[in-house]
């Protein structure tokens, strides 16, 4: 399976600023995606990161907040824009493969803190 | 509106024992079921999956359990290890690609 590089591992930020999350995974995949854990909470699907064009966003969540780039099939960023402590988390990328019925394969995630 | 929800956040049992972790649908189009592991400061890691058209799918010690007419899966790890003790989401294919996932049971295993 796709082995993905996700980093920071970890980051406290302050509150009003933005972090870029980096995704890299060592194979070329179609699909790539972005999730959120919340504490306590389901992962949650926030966008799907689409190579070459604007990522496709879930219900609740907008470019805005959450601008995504895909310059590639195999890297794609995440940006977590004007933070609050809500946006305390831990985000996720993944690949899905259409071999293994779009199962994912997910990076170690990043555990975010906004204080 | 929770489409997946496994009821039970936590979970103990002993080594060597049965451990039956439970999870729950409302949504009858749902097409294919995932189950994964995952320990701390890690990502979730894929365990086993499951197609609707299937009822059991096993895997070594893993064996998901698929109850349509009841919208309820199960995953059945025998016998339980100490190295299994991780949080078990299980997850829902609700779209061509898109997975819906559970909030997740804790799953101790005592020595």
């Known amino acids: 399976s796709a082995v993905i590089s996700q980093k920071p591992s970890r980051d406290i930020c302050q509150r009003g600023t933005s972090l870029t999350i980096q995704c890299q995974v060592d194979?070329?995949?179609?699909?790539m995606f972005w999730y959120r854990q919340q504490p306590g909470q389901s992962l949650t699907l926030i966008a799907t990161?689409?190579?070459?064009?604007?990522?496709?966003?879930e219900s609740g969540f907008v470019i805005d907040k959450f601008p995504i780039s895909r310059p590639n099939l195999t890297f794609s960023t995440l940006t977590v824009s004007n933070m609050s402590p809500e946006d305390s988390s831990i985000y996720l990328c993944?690949?899905?493969?259409?071999?293994?019925?779009?199962?994912?394969?997910f990076g170690s995630g990043t555990r975010l803190t906004v204080v | 509106d929770q489409q997946v929800k496994q009821n039970s956040p936590s979970l103990s049992v002993q080594e060597g024992r049965i451990s039956i972790l439970n999870c729950d649908y409302t949504?009858?189009?749902?097409?294919?079921f995932l189950w994964y592991k995952k320990y701390p400061a890690e990502g979730p890691t894929f365990l086993i999956s499951?197609?609707?058209?299937?009822d059991k799918n096993e895997d070594g010690r893993f064996t998901v359990f698929l109850n349509k007419s009841a919208k309820h899966l199960s995953l059945h790890i025998v016998p339980s290890q100490p190295g299994d003790s991780a949080v078990y989401f299980c997850?829902?294919?609700?779209?061509?690609?898109?997975?819906?996932f559970g909030t997740g049971t804790r799953l101790k295993v005592l020595a």
């Open positions: 993944s690949v899905g493969r259409l071999e293994t019925n779009y199962g994912y394969t």
């Open positions: 194979s070329q995949v179609t699909m």
């Open positions: 990161a689409n190579q070459g064009s604007e990522a496709t966003y």
């Open positions: 949504n009858s189009m749902f097409d294919y």
């Open positions: 499951i197609s609707s058209i299937k």
């Open positions: 997850a829902a294919r609700g779209g061509t690609y898109k997975y819906i």
